[in-house]
């Protein structure tokens, strides 16, 4: 096993001004010794894992890092700058620099070693030797652990995983009770924590040493469980049960986090927990005091998309609580409505006029296998609203939203509520849930909240307000609706057109896009002629931006990097499938050129959509559903035409760029043309 960081991965004085010209610094070491396979492949990977978190840190340190394909073992390379650059800590520019690769699949012991790092730089006296260092094979040698002296004991002793740590009483901090000094309280608070990050490399051991120390410094015994990229073990349950408060710093959703319920919680990202862990343990011991059971629901954003905090504005939890039932819906939507498709592509539009299949299956004839695609299709499309309302509830208030957000959906559609009322439902679910989770309750009931008062509560008030309220209402507007689309003509269904196109290519995958798909396949569920053609141009321009980046890597290789063309290869199956994330890459390195040029194509192949009248019973497939579409020639015709015009955009707008950046001069270290550096997202 090579070594993790050696002399050559050493940068005592780095000059770099900028975060991106220290990480290609450092990385054009790792590459020199092979590795790092692809310079730039690499480099991107960096910036969209700092474009989801800056990754600086009080105390002057910047920890770039990433997991990457293009990285054969893990490697570490350090940087020392004496002007400093800004990673986007509060307080100030980074002077020690550390570039963290780790393959895809990176080695335990590896990643073992990193974690540990993670751990010794929230340590002065660590980072202290690092900025006396006086020889690039001295610092080496220091990370790496080889002179005991020049890392403190207490930080090498470090356990790998927190939670096989002893829990820690303040009065254990100290050599042993002065005469002065009072007894340590026969049983101190206890809080159990959990930290976690994306990567899990670096910030995840990071707070679990941060909220450690502070929990010796406060005077509390705090056990740290580690959910990071080198595995972790699960707290001892009678840790947990005897534990007073918990503590949650994490930016992925903690596994088995049921384990907690009923305690006062503290739910907040990662980085709070490396940079203010003393205030989060006052607030745990706060809760405790006024017999919180549970964080606040709008400090516990959504669990499937959880890039915020506490501080989110109501607008972004309301979008993470409608993406998160939508991410659990469309697996409902691929399964039901593909199995939909291919009945009618077997068996003729008339097939959902045949008998149950549990009453008359013949096994020779098509009809009959026809019949049996449509009719499960048509179960697991049945559960489309249900589970929209149900994780709807869940994402503003977790497990105990389940029940009466999946009740609500039900109720949606008894009424003729449809998506609609299924929106609605879940966010009626969600929020009934939340006032009654902030209700105190005697600490004898707490066991018993989420699992029976809860779901019975919640549950009677969601189907009272569902029935009698708001369902009959939302029934009627969604009938408006209905009956708006299959009265769409013109003008009209030309401007729908314009505005999907837009939205299905404006953040390629992302809520605008969700937004505007799921509002075309809930018009599947009451299908009419409007509402195909909605469902059509969707998916038509969804399918626009990677087959117009795939066609640009083609006619203008040149334009795009090595790692871009080889993208631009997959681009073809994925944009001919429907998978407009295909474009994220080349939007990721130039933002400002691709997301304009793919939402004027996307407009284009909406609006031609609707204007040919062309419609889609398939929620998805791509031009593999090609035998279901209205009109089908036509369709590939409005797909082909904003492909074409964001090639043309996108190949414009780079060779622009190309005209206008100054050419190096001439000698043997110019790079060749076909490698330039894309733009860092």
Same mark, same amino acid.
């Given at each position: 096993m090579s070594?993790?960081?050696?002399?050559?991965?050493?940068?005592?004085?780095? &000059?770099a001004?900028s975060?991106?010209?220290?990480?290609?610094?450092?990385?054009?070491r790792m590459?020199?010794?092979?590795r790092v396979?692809d310079?730039?492949?690499?480099?991107?990977?960096?910036?969209?894992?700092?474009?989801?978190?800056? &990754?600086g840190?009080?105390?002057?340190?910047?920890?770039?890092?990433?997991r990457?394909a293009?990285v054969t073992?893990p490697?570490?390379?350090?940087?020392r700058?004496a002007a400093?650059?800004?990673?986007?800590?509060?307080?100030?520019p980074a002077?020690?620099?550390f570039l963290i690769?780790a393959p895809?699949g990176?080695?335990?012991d590896?990643l073992?070693?990193?974690s540990t790092?993670?751990?010794?730089?929230m340590?002065e006296?660590f980072t202290?030797a690092l900025?006396?260092?006086? $020889? +690039?094979?001295?610092?080496?040698?220091?990370?790496r652990?080889d002179?005991p002296d020049?890392?403190?004991e207490?930080?090498?002793?470090a356990?790998?995983t927190a939670s096989e $740590?002893?829990?820690v +009483?303040a009065a254990?901090?100290?050599?042993g009770?002065?005469?002065?000094?009072t007894?340590?309280?026969a049983?101190?608070?206890?809080?159990?924590a959990?930290?976690s990050?994306?990567?899990g490399?670096a910030?995840?051991y990071m707070?679990?040493?941060a909220?450690a120390k502070a929990?010796?410094?406060?005077?509390?015994?705090?056990?740290?469980?580690t959910?990071?990229?080198a595995?972790?073990?699960?707290?001892d349950?009678?840790t947990?049960a005897?534990a007073?408060?918990?503590?949650?710093?994490h930016?992925v959703?903690?596994?088995?986090?049921d384990?907690?319920a009923?305690k006062?919680t503290v739910?907040?990202?990662?980085?709070?927990g490396?940079?203010r862990?003393?205030?989060?343990?006052?607030?745990?011991?706060?809760?405790?005091a006024?017999?919180?059971?549970a964080?606040?629901?709008?400090a516990a954003p959504?669990?499937?998309d959880?890039n915020?905090?506490?501080g989110d504005?109501?607008?972004?939890r309301?979008?993470?609580?409608?993406?998160?039932?939508v991410?659990?819906?469309?697996?409902f939507?691929?399964?039901?409505?593909l199995?939909?498709?291919?009945?009618?592509a077997?068996?003729?539009? @008339?097939i959902?006029?045949a008998?149950s299949?549990?009453?008359h299956f013949?096994?020779?004839?098509s009809?009959?296998?026809?019949a049996?695609?449509?009719q499960v299709g048509?179960v697991?499309f049945?559960f489309l609203? +249900?589970?929209?309302a149900g994780f709807?509830?869940?994402g503003?208030?977790?497990?105990?939203?389940?029940?009466p957000?999946?009740v609500g959906g039900a109720?949606?559609l008894?009424v003729?509520?449809?998506f609609?009322?299924g929106?609605?439902?879940?966010l009626?679910?969600g929020?009934?849930?939340?006032?009654v989770q902030r209700?105190?309750v005697?600490?004898a009931?707490?066991?018993?909240?989420p699992?029976?008062v809860?779901p019975l509560i919640?549950?009677?008030v969601v189907?009272?307000l569902?029935f009698l309220v708001?369902?009959?209402p939302i029934? /009627?507007l969604q009938?408006?609706l209905?009956d708006?689309?299959?009265?769409?003509?013109g003008a009209?269904a030309?401007?729908?057109?314009?505005?999907?196109?837009?939205?299905?290519?404006?953040?390629?995958?992302?809520?605008?896009?969700?937004?505007?798909?799921a509002f075309a396949?809930g018009?599947l569920?009451n299908p009419?002629?409007?509402?195909l053609?909605?469902?059509?141009a $969707?998916? /038509?321009?969804?399918m626009?931006?990677?087959?117009?980046?795939?066609?640009?890597?083609?006619?203008r @290789?040149?334009?795009?990097?090595?790692?871009?063309?080889e993208?631009?290869?997959a681009?073809?199956?994925l944009?001919?499938?429907?998978?407009t994330?295909g474009a994220i890459?080349?939007a990721?390195?130039?933002?400002?050129?691709v997301?304009? *040029?793919?939402m004027?194509?996307?407009?284009?192949?909406?609006a031609? *959509?609707?204007?040919?009248?062309c419609t889609?019973?398939?929620?998805?497939g791509g031009v593999f559903v090609?035998?279901?579409i209205?009109r089908?020639?036509?369709y590939?015709?409005a797909?082909?035409?904003g492909t074409a015009?964001t090639?043309a955009?996108?190949v414009l707008?780079?060779?622009l760029r190309?005209?206008?950046?100054?050419?190096?001069?001439?000698g043997?270290?110019t790079p060749?043309p076909?490698?330039?550096?894309?733009?860092?997202a």
């Open positions: 070594e993790l960081i050696t002399a050559e991965l050493v940068d005592l004085d780095l &000059t001004e975060k991106e010209a220290a990480a290609r610094s450092l990385a054009e590459a020199g010794l092979g396979t310079l730039e492949g690499f480099l991107a990977d960096v910036a969209a894992r700092e474009a989801q978190m800056p &990754t840190l009080d105390g002057g340190i910047g920890i770039p890092h990433c990457s293009h073992e490697t570490l390379a350090f940087g700058s400093g650059i800004d990673f986007g800590a509060a307080d100030g002077d020690l620099i690769a895809a990176g080695d335990a590896h073992s070693i990193l790092l993670a751990r010794h730089l340590d006296e202290g900025r006396a260092a006086d $020889a +690039p094979a001295a610092a080496a040698a220091l990370i652990g002179e020049a890392v403190p207490e930080a090498t002793a356990p790998e $740590a002893a829990p +009483p254990a901090a100290e050599a009770p002065g005469p002065e000094e007894s340590p309280p049983t101190p608070f206890r809080i159990v959990v930290t990050c994306p990567t490399i910030h995840t707070a679990a040493e909220l929990g010796k410094e406060a005077g509390v015994e705090l056990v740290v469980e959910q990071g990229s595995g972790f073990k699960r707290l349950p009678e947990v005897a007073d408060g918990v503590i949650f710093a930016d959703e903690v596994r088995d986090k384990r907690f009923g006062p739910d907040v990202g990662v980085k709070a490396v940079n862990p003393a205030e989060l343990i006052a607030e745990v011991r706060e809760k405790a006024r017999g919180e059971t964080a606040p629901a709008a959504a669990p499937m959880r915020g905090e506490a504005g109501f607008g972004t309301l979008r993470k609580w409608l993406m998160t039932g991410s659990y819906m469309v697996p939507v691929a399964a039901g409505g199995l939909i498709a291919l009945a009618f077997i068996g003729g539009y @008339g959902n006029k008998p299949v549990a009453e013949v096994w020779t004839e009809a009959s296998w026809a049996l695609l449509f048509n697991a049945g609203v +249900p589970v929209l709807i509830a869940y503003m208030a977790d497990r105990p939203g389940l029940v957000g999946f109720i949606a008894t003729n509520a449809g609609l009322g929106l609605i439902a879940g009626i679910a929020a009934v849930v939340m006032a209700v105190e005697p600490p009931l707490r066991g018993i909240m699992v029976v809860i919640s549950s009677a189907g009272f569902m708001v369902g009959k029934a /009627a009938k408006a209905t708006w689309l299959s009265g769409l003509s009209n030309v401007i729908l057109g314009v505005i999907l196109g837009l939205m299905m290519t404006f953040d390629l995958g992302g809520p605008l896009n969700k937004v505007a798909y396949v018009g569920a009419n002629d409007g509402s053609k909605v469902m059509a $969707a998916m /038509a321009a969804g626009v931006p990677p087959l117009a980046m795939a066609l640009a890597t083609t006619v @290789g040149r334009l795009f990097t090595r790692t871009e063309r993208n631009g290869k681009a073809w199956v944009g001919a499938s429907f998978i994330e890459p080349f990721a390195a130039d933002p400002l050129r997301i304009p *040029s793919a004027a194509g996307g407009a284009v192949t909406g031609l *959509s609707m204007a040919f009248g889609l019973r398939a929620p998805h090609a035998p279901l209205g089908p020639l036509l590939l015709v797909v082909a035409a015009v090639t955009l996108v707008l780079k060779g190309r005209t206008d950046t100054p050419k190096p001069a001439a043997p270290a060749a076909a490698e330039s550096t894309p733009v860092a």
